[in-house]
């Protein structure tokens, strides 16, 4: 008997689960998911039966042939969870397990109508990766055991539901006031992969197959902001292979979603900060979309190869780019993807075994080692292959990659065997090891420059000897290059030179977070008492753990600043998600006096 996921009571020993039929009542007013799972097994088999739990309270276990199941519920661990344990009769080929979910299950947030924009209805969603799936079905809840699943979720009657996974109908639900949303997922899927959300969703069809839910309110933004996704997902195709999920379809969530974007199967949750009004944010789409190959097709083993999903994507998302946008705008990518992996670096420091590829997580909770580490570093890594072995033989890789290991879960060292075959020679030339398993940046990382770079980082840098960009420069900028100035310039100005940008830049109004959170960033490091308005407004709409992330430290480089983030966050907590809330408690919990 061997456990083989350091997250996970998975025993690679025991029967498989092939299959979930979920039945789930979502109950709003209680704040939890109510009803059963049925595990189907690979085949019929007995004895233990080991699955992950977190705060699920499990009322009956039975056979397909109804008979009961012994179970036992192990001690809590803090990461882990509960270990469940059950005693399965010969020849069991399903169980089904009756259960209720905790109301302060990790992967759900339950919103209150004043969370969302139409005021008017609750909102529920799901986050599930790295390992939260268990807070919401009892499982083997790690990317080493794929499952298709169908599910009948019963809501009430205002509401709709999406899930990862394809409509089937929706029919009158067992009590007055409910229906019921039928979804089939009939492709093998990791846990972490499991998602739904439930709320007042209308939706607008982009193309035959790609279709962006939202609240009423926000779905004709969220339909201008994505239109480019048919040619996105035609250039991702013709790069990496067909598209294997058949529909691509969008949820754009309320603004306490704490991740940028989430690549669930057949609907990928975004962000609503995304929706800049301009188009500037779709590399996050593009990001998304590409899971669809790499992380979703072929996928992680455990949390310790999350370099295998992100890093291969990140890669991809700036070929998507490339070919969309030309290559100027993909060099744009790379260097605020350089910013913020110098940042990682120095946060965690150079020698941190955080910054490897290849991670060693017993122990450690991958929410609390987040960082763009595997991204940024994984996707370099990549592109030195690429760049070692020439982009036409690299294409072909990454496609023959892509088939060979679809649909299965892999590690760094099957990923590295596989390239030796088929590049003989080259992870010996790029010192593969080096990347994976040692700490820091190689001297050869690649390098992405270009001349009108270069020249706008040596304006930014040029700050403090007075130089100023002129009215024609700024009017010449785009999204991306604004942002690549700002994030050149000094973290901390006088009162002066914040009036100056804010005034010349228009910053403080942006619809572009990400260069609205630079700035306010900025304007939080320097005291700066005009930008507070506007910082707590963000601060208070807003979850996503990118922007809460440098706001909140910022904030802390002040004695005014530093109250000022407490009574924020003594009023937004409530409303931010369980993981933001958590980021923000550990930086304020840092901050001296
Ligand atoms: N899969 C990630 C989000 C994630 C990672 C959730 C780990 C939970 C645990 C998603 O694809 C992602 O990377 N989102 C980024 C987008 C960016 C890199 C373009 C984000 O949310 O900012
Ligand atoms: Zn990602």
């Known amino acids: 008997?061997?456990?083989?996921?350091?997250?996970?009571?998975?025993?690679?020993?025991?029967?498989?689960t092939r299959r979930w039929q979920l039945e789930l009542r979502v109950d709003f007013a209680k704040q939890v998911l109510d009803g059963r799972v049925t595990l189907e097994l690979e085949q019929p088999s007995?004895?233990?039966?080991?699955?992950?739990?977190?705060?699920?309270?499990?009322?009956?276990?039975?056979?397909?042939?109804?008979?009961?199941?012994?179970?036992?519920?192990?001690?809590?661990?803090?990461?882990?969870g509960r270990r469940l344990r059950l005693q399965l009769p010969a020849g069991t080929a399903a169980v089904s397990l009756k259960y209720t979910t905790a109301p302060d299950a990790t992967a759900l947030q339950w919103l209150s109508p004043a969370q969302t924009d139409g005021k008017r209805h609750p909102f529920l969603f799901s986050q599930c990766q790295a390992i939260h799936a268990r807070t919401m079905v009892p499982c083997q809840d790690t990317p080493l055991v794929r499952v298709n699943y169908r599910a009948e979720v019963t809501i009430p009657e205002t509401l709709a539901a999406v899930m990862s996974a394809g409509p089937a109908g929706v029919r009158p639900g067992p009590t007055p006031g409910t229906?019921?949303?039928?979804?089939?997922?009939?492709?093998?899927?990791?846990?972490?992969?499991?998602?739904?959300?439930?709320?007042?969703?209308?939706?607008r069809d982009l193309s035959p197959r790609s279709r962006v839910w939202a609240e009423p309110g926000v779905v004709s933004a969220a339909a201008w902001e994505f239109a480019e996704i048919e040619s996105m997902i035609v250039k991702a195709e013709g790069l990496f292979g067909p598209y294997e999920w058949e529909r691509y379809d969008m949820l754009v969530l309320p603004p306490s979603f704490p991740y940028g974007g989430m690549e669930n199967p057949r609907m990928t949750f975004l962000t609503p900060?995304?929706?800049?009004?301009?188009?500037?944010?779709?590399?996050?789409?593009?990001?998304?979309?590409?899971?669809?190959?790499?992380?979703?097709?072929?996928?992680?083993?455990?949390?310790?190869?999350?370099w295998l999903n992100e890093g291969a994507t990140v890669w991809a998302e700036r070929r998507i780019r490339e070919a969309l946008h030309g290559v100027d705008d993909a060099i744009l990518g790379w260097t605020i993807g350089q910013n913020a992996l110098d940042e990682s670096m120095k946060r965690f420091g150079v020698d941190s075994p955080l910054t490897k590829l290849r991670t060693e997580l017993t122990g450690v909770d991958p929410d609390d080692v987040f960082s763009t580490v595997p991204y940024e570093k994984g996707a370099r890594f990549l592109t030195l292959v690429e760049r070692t072995v020439g982009r036409a033989a690299f294409d072909r890789f990454m496609r023959d990659y892509m088939a060979r290991y679809r649909f299965?879960?892999?590690?760094?060292?099957?990923f590295i065997d596989f390239l030796d075959e088929k590049l003989p020679g080259t992870t010996a030339k790029v010192n593969a090891k080096r990347w994976l398993y040692e700490p820091g940046m190689p001297p050869d990382a690649p390098v992405f420059r270009s001349p009108a770079l270069d020249a706008l980082v040596q304006l930014g840098a040029a700050w403090g000897k007075g130089t100023r960009p002129t009215p024609e420069q700024i009017k010449s900028w785009n999204p991306s290059e604004m942002l690549v100035y700002l994030q050149n310039l000094p973290r901390e100005l006088d009162a002066a030179a914040c009036d100056w940008l804010d005034s010349k830049?228009?910053?403080?109004?942006?619809?572009?977070?990400?260069?609205?959170?630079?700035?306010?960033?900025?304007?939080?490091?320097?005291?700066?008492?005009?930008?507070?308005?506007?910082?707590?407004?963000?601060?208070?709409?807003?979850?996503?753990?990118?922007?809460?992330?440098?706001?909140?430290?910022a904030l802390g480089k002040h004695e005014r600043t530093r109250k000022l983030a407490r009574d924020i966050f003594a009023a937004a907590s409530p409303t931010y998600h369980s993981l933001s809330r958590r980021v923000v408690q550990g930086i304020l919990d840092k901050y001296t006096a």
Do not use: C
């Open 46 to 80: 007995g004895g233990v039966l080991d699955l992950d739990s977190k705060g699920l309270t499990i009322h009956e276990v039975r056979t397909q042939n109804g008979a009961a199941v012994p179970f036992e519920m192990g001690e809590e661990a803090e990461i882990l």
């Open 408 to 414: 299965t879960s892999i590690t760094t060292e099957e």
């Open 273 to 306: 900060t995304l929706l800049a009004g301009d188009r500037s944010l779709v590399d996050v789409l593009a990001h998304e979309l590409a899971h669809s190959w790499t992380g979703n097709l072929v996928t992680n083993a455990t949390a310790e190869h999350f």
């Open 179 to 203: 229906h019921t949303f039928l979804f089939e997922m009939p492709q093998p899927i990791p846990p972490y992969l499991l998602a739904l959300a439930v709320g007042d969703l209308d939706s």
């Open 505 to 553: 830049l228009a910053l403080s109004g942006r619809g572009n977070y990400e260069i609205l959170v630079e700035w306010l960033t900025i304007a939080a490091g320097s005291d700066y008492e005009p930008a507070f308005a506007r910082i707590r407004e963000v601060l208070m709409r807003v979850g996503r753990m990118k922007y809460l992330r440098p706001l909140y430290m």
């Open 1 to 16: 008997m061997s456990r083989v996921d350091p997250h996970s009571y998975y025993d690679d020993s025991q029967p498989r």
